[in-house]
C-alpha cells in the first residue's frame, strides 16, 4: 500500500516532528522534546433570556488560543531560537519585539510532511530553565513558550 494511503488509513505517530522558525530566513529545528498547546476554542458569551429561565444562551465571540510550548534539551547560546529569546527577554524593549512565523510539522517516515500548522506572529513570553535536581539522571530541559495572532492547519 502507498505511503499517501496508510497516512489516511492509520493514526500518525507524535514522536516525529519538525518545528521551523520565521520567514525568508526560516530555520529548522528537530530537536525539541515536546511540542503542546496546538489547539483553538470557540469563546462564547453566556446571554440569560428574561422569562426563560431552563436554559442560557451561548453565542460565539471569536476564537482562542492557548500559548505554543516547546520542550528541548538547553541549547547553546548561538542557537538562533536562543538569540530570539534572549532579544525579547533580555532586549529591556529597546527595540522591537520582531515577531515570527512558526510551523510544526508532523512527519512520516519518509520525513514528508504528513500534519502542520501555521502559528502567525508568533513571539516569546516566557523562557523556563526545568529544575536541578542532584538525583536526577535526565537532561537539562529549557522550555520556550509563544504567544501568536492565529493559527491554521496546513497540511
Known amino acids: 500500500m502507498p505511503s499517501a494511503q496508510l497516512d489516511q488509513v ?3 505517530s507524535a514522536f516525529y516532528f519538525k518545528v521551523m522558525f520565521g520567514g525568508a530566513n526560516e530555520t529548522t529545528d528537530t530537536s525539541f522534546q515536546e511540542v503542546s498547546g496546538i489547539s483553538s476554542e470557540v469563546d462564547v458569551e453566556s446571554i440569560v433570556e428574561g422569562g426563560e429561565n431552563r436554559f442560557v444562551h451561548q453565542l460565539p465571540k471569536g476564537i482562542k488560543h ?3 510550548e516547546l520542550k528541548r534539551g538547553i541549547a547553546p547560546k548561538d542557537s538562533p531560537l536562543v538569540k530570539w529569546c534572549i532579544d525579547v527577554m533580555e532586549g529591556d524593549f529597546v527595540s522591537a519585539i520582531e515577531p515570527k512565523a512558526v510551523r510544526v510539522f508532523l512527519m512520516n517516515e519518509d520525513k514528508n510532511p504528513i500534519r502542520g500548522w501555521l502559528f502567525d506572529s508568533a513571539y516569546p513570553v516566557k ?3 526545568e529544575s536541578f535536581g542532584s538525583t536526577k539522571n535526565e537532561v537539562a530541559i529549557e ?3 509563544l504567544s501568536y495572532n492565529f493559527s491554521k492547519r496546513i497540511v
Open 66 to 68: 492557548p500559548n505554543l
Open 127 to 129: 523562557w523556563e530553565i
Open 143 to 145: 522550555k520556550i513558550v
Open 10 to 12: 492509520y493514526p500518525p
